[in-house]
């Protein structure tokens, strides 16, 4: 059975950082691909950022230079750094896993139906 754990995640201020990581575990292909996704209240679920096996790395433009996704392939572990937060930012945060090494193919928007396996989300307040 495919797990992520998700921690971190809280309040700041705007300007704050925040910093999440995501444990998977029960995951049979290790040379899998992960990203993070947000949902705010009365929005769609977003992709934020993906990474694939080899570090491979993508962003949507409203967080780039700001949010930095990595990954520790010796702790299955992935990781969320958030600079420069800002009230836009607040939503639910979800981690999730695909077993195949590389990120989707389509554009970054449609991500979510390519990832079977998610965390259980962790909420990120950013106040003005």
């Known amino acids: 059975q495919v797990q992520l754990l998700e921690s971190g995640g809280g309040s700041v201020q705007a300007g704050g950082s925040l910093r999440f990581s995501c444990a998977v575990s029960g995951i049979t292909n290790n040379k899998y691909s992960m990203g993070w996704f947000r949902q705010a209240p009365g929005k769609e679920r977003e992709t934020v950022a993906g990474?694939?096996?080899?570090?491979?790395?993508s962003y949507i433009e409203s967080v780039k230079g700001r949010f930095t996704i990595s990954r520790d392939n010796t702790r299955n572990t992935l990781y969320l750094e958030m600079n420069s937060l800002k009230p836009e930012d607040t939503a639910m945060y979800y981690c999730?896993?695909?077993?195949?090494?590389?990120?989707?193919?389509?554009?970054?928007?449609?991500?979510?139906?390519?990832?079977?396996?998610w965390g259980q989300g962790t909420q990120v307040t950013v106040s003005s």
């Open positions: 999730a896993a695909r077993d195949v090494s590389y990120l989707p193919l389509g554009t970054m928007t449609t991500w979510s139906t390519d990832f079977p396996y």
């Open positions: 990474i694939s096996y080899t570090s491979y790395t």
